[in-house]
């Protein structure tokens, strides 16, 4: 007997799940309705108690921190399957794949590449030359630079991309930004800090994050006023993290940091 | 049927495969993190941290009988066990922080009362046993079936069906004691 209505309990639990309502669940058992409509009520309660929704910016750090994950997983399998390369250590693979791209840098294929989407089968080749700039780029303040521009490149595909109102492409575009921020950061501060004697460096640098932040500010605030309201809501979120990074940065590079 | 094949694949190493796994999953692992946690900050680093240990091990999954989502159940729960051991008692943490996904919907005097329940609830639900809790965020938080909350729990269907009833008759119980209280 007890075990019955555990069953009928299980069984209105299971419809209030899916979506039905306290009352049709009700009707299906009439006789056991004045018993069953407080539980239900409590287990309604839980229901909505427990659909809370993960923040959208901690979703698309954590999706593309797993998606790099796999794919460097994947890339680390890679080399086996290539036997011209399988004599070569690893580190001079890597190299010599850098140093192939890099050279193809003003190639059709990368020229065509600088204006793909996420997305777009060139995409990937358009991070791997931004990549191969970086490791080829030696001092701060030119990676700060770089790492700018770069910025500013995420920025122009968010705005491009969020028209089309697909967030989560403009999800994973905000958290590559603010990879890129995250940089301009730390190397800005370590301008600041170690390059000293070299105000001129310093001073250009400033001005050139100035000049980015500002730009960049200006294709979000067009892109914030014509996107979608789901895409709206991260172009909003990405301009303050904007402003964010780049005060921090321009802070890092002011007055006594570079004196020594 | 589906989800085996992407199991299958994701142990070969598709990353497609995995990412799907992923994607299906992500949102009530961090349901159910959040309930047992009550505490966001936490539920998001263990979810990551839930996937990242599924990755690691894959490889090793055989399907005998426990689906994929119940062993990710099962990794999120020991997950949470470890936190608690190492840092001691679980701590209490308003959880009008979160935002429940029905909250955006309703009107102020609704979301005072909604918010008030959400804590009760919560509070309530660390009165319950541990079974009984553990079947509670399964089911309503995880939105596992009470086959997979048994698969989850190493437990029998109709075992967990008696956990559910005794869990949501002690709940309210203590909810209408609360309610009396004010």
């Known amino acids: 007997m007890a075990k019955e209505f555990e069953d009928i309990l299980n069984e209105c639990i299971d419809r209030l799940l899916q979506g039905e309502s306290l009352e049709q669940c009700l009707q299906q058992y009439p006789e056991q309705a004045a018993e069953l409509r407080p539980l239900l009520e409590v287990a309604l309660a839980a229901q909505h108690a427990s659909a809370v929704e993960p923040r959208l910016e901690f979703k698309a750090e954590a999706r593309y921190q797993m998606h790099s994950l796999l794919h460097a997983k994947e890339r680390r399998r890679q080399p086996k399957q290539i036997p011209v390369l399988s004599w070569l250590p690893r580190w001079a693979t890597i190299t010599l794949v850098a140093v192939f791209v890099f050279f193809a840098a ?83 501060a370590k301008v600041g800090e170690g390059e000293s004697g070299d105000e001129k460096r310093v001073s250009a640098l400033r001005q050139h994050l100035q000049r980015e932040a500002v730009e960049d500010l200006d294709i979000l605030e067009v892109a914030e006023g014509a996107s979608p309201d789901q895409a709206r809501r991260v172009i909003t979120e990405a301009k303050e993290k904007l402003v964010q990074s780049y005060l921090t940065a321009l802070d890092a590079l002011e007055g006594d940091g570079a004196g020594g | ?81 470890d936190h608690f051991r190492t ?85 309210r119980r203590i909810l209408s004691a609360s309610d009396g209280e004010k």
Not at chain 1, 143 to 168: C, N, P, S, W
């Open chain 2, 87 to 171: 840092k001691g008692k679980q701590m209490t943490l308003p959880l009008d922080e979160t935002r429940s996904a029905s909250m955006a919907d309703l009107d102020p005097v609704a979301l005072a009362e909604q918010k008030l329940r959400i804590e009760e609830l919560a509070v309530a639900c660390q009165r319950l046993s541990e079974a009984q809790r553990e079947v509670i965020s399964l089911r309503f938080a995880g939105g596992l079936s009470v086959a997979e909350t048994a698969k989850a729990m190493g437990k029998s269907e109709g075992a967990v069906k008696v956990l559910q009833h005794d869990a949501i008759v002690k709940l």
């Open chain 1, 106 to 188: 003003g190639s059709g294929t990368v020229a065509a590449a600088s204006g793909s989407l996420p997305g777009d089968t060139l995409y990937a080749v358009k991070l791997a030359t931004e990549r191969v700039r970086l490791a080829f780029t030696f001092s701060g303040a030119g990676k700060a630079k770089l790492e700018a521009k770069f910025a500013g490149k995420r920025v122009e595909e968010m705005a491009r991309i969020a028209e089309r109102d697909d967030t989560e492409k403009v999800e994973a575009l905000l958290s590559r930004l603010e990879g890129h921020l995250r940089h301009v950061e730390k190397l800005a």
């Open chain 2, 1 to 81: 049927m589906h989800e085996e094949s992407l199991v299958q694949r994701a142990k070969r190493g598709e990353p497609e495969a995995f990412e799907q796994l992923y994607e299906a999953n992500f949102d009530r692992i961090y349901r159910y993190l959040c309930l047992k946690m009550r505490n966001r900050a936490d539920a998001e680093d263990m979810t990551q941290q839930v996937f990242l240990k599924a990755l690691e091990s894959v490889g090793s999954f055989h399907w005998r009988g426990v689906s994929f989502s119940a062993w990710l159940f099962r990794i999120a729960h020991n997950q949470a066990v």
